[in-house]
Each structure stands twice: as C-alpha cells, then as structure tokens.
C-alpha cells in the first residue's frame, strides 16, 4: 500500500503532470486506461490460476508455456484495440513509408521477448504478487533514475512519495526476512 500511494505521490506531485493530464484528458482515454487496469488486475489471477491447474495436473506449465499462453491471449485483445482505434493503419503506413523502422521495431520485439523469459521464471518460481512488487519497483526506480540524471526539480510532495516507497520496499524485505527466519527456526524445534 505504501509503495502504490507513494508511486501516486511521486507521479502526481510535479504541477507540469496534473496540467498536462487536465489539458489532454478525454473520456475514451480514461476508459482506456480503466480497460487496461482492469485487464492487468485480471493478468496475475489468470497467471496463478495456469499454474495451479499445472501442478494439479503432476505436469506443471513451463514458463515458456505460460509465456505462449499469455501472449496468444494477447494479441487478439491488442489487435482489436488498434484496428478500432485505427492505431493498425497508421502504424503500418507509417512503416511502409518508413521502412528504416522495422529493424528498430525487431530490435525491440526481441529484446522484450527476452524480458518476457525473466518475468515468466519469476513469476513461476516466485508468484504473481511477488512479480507485482518487483516491476512496480523497476518502474518506479527508472522513474527516479530519470529524476536524477537529467536533474528534473522535484517538489516536496514527490520526495514524500519516494520515501513512502523506500519504506514500503524495505518493510516488504524486513517481513519477508522475518517469515523466513521465523520458519527455519520452527523447523529446527
């Protein structure tokens, strides 16, 4: 909780944020963004209910199994989202009139491929809430980087939600260390 609300803080403290969602926001945008939130909210029980059918089965998925599933789920969702909102055509116009940008775009498709492998042995060995917690903390970290090496301002407000975050990721690592602790010493008696 503290990490999400210090994430919001952080976000929503800088004044250029809030100006610019106040000046580009739009009904079909903020449905979007509700449509989306909603389906990654659906992501992880999706994912965890997968592997629990696995292992009832005796043949637990593989992550390249879950990884070919999610995605085949996917893509057609992706699909009718950019053909409705006429993303497809302009994107495929832009790249024929473009051709220098299908390396670029392969480029890419290749290196998230590889991410994905990571995100899969995670979320296998480790579950998806543990999943959550590690890439909301490698976005709010390239956030922070970004903060730093370009030397944006920073406003009291935002400074509050990184320390909420900090907190929350540290009292996150102290329980887990202490449940562990706590069950290898019962394990002894």
């Known amino acids: 909780m503290a990490i999400a609300l210090g994430i919001s803080l952080f976000t929503l403290g800088n004044k250029k944020t809030l100006e610019a969602a106040e000046s580009t926001s739009n ?8 449509i989306a939130l909603s389906l990654d909210g659906c992501t992880g029980g999706l ?6 059918a696995g292992h009832a089965r005796n043949r637990p998925i593989s992550n390249e199994e ?13 699909l009718i989202g950019a053909l409705v909102t006429g993303h497809f055509s302009r994107g495929l116009a832009f ?3 473009h051709p220098e940008v299908v390396q670029q775009i392969a480029l890419i498709a290749a290196t998230f491929t590889f991410g994905q492998f990571f995100i899969f042995a995670t979320l296998a060995h480790s579950g998806p809430l543990f ?17 730093v090496y370009f030397r944006h301002p920073t406003k009291p ?8 975050v900090f907190v929350g990721l540290l009292t996150e690592i102290y329980y887990k260390y202490k449940s562990r602790r706590d069950a290898a010493h019962r394990h002894r008696e």
């Open 27 to 34: 009904p079909i945008g903020i449905l979007l963004c509700g």
């Open 47 to 52: 994912q965890e209910k997968l592997l629990r």
């Open 66 to 78: 879950l990884m070919l599933v999610m995605n085949a789920l996917s893509v057609p969702i992706n």
């Open 95 to 97: 790249a024929v009139a």
């Open 131 to 147: 999943l959550t917690l590690v890439t909301t903390t490698r976005k709010f970290f390239s956030i922070l980087f970004s903060v």
């Open 157 to 164: 407000t935002q400074m509050l939600g990184a320390t909420l």
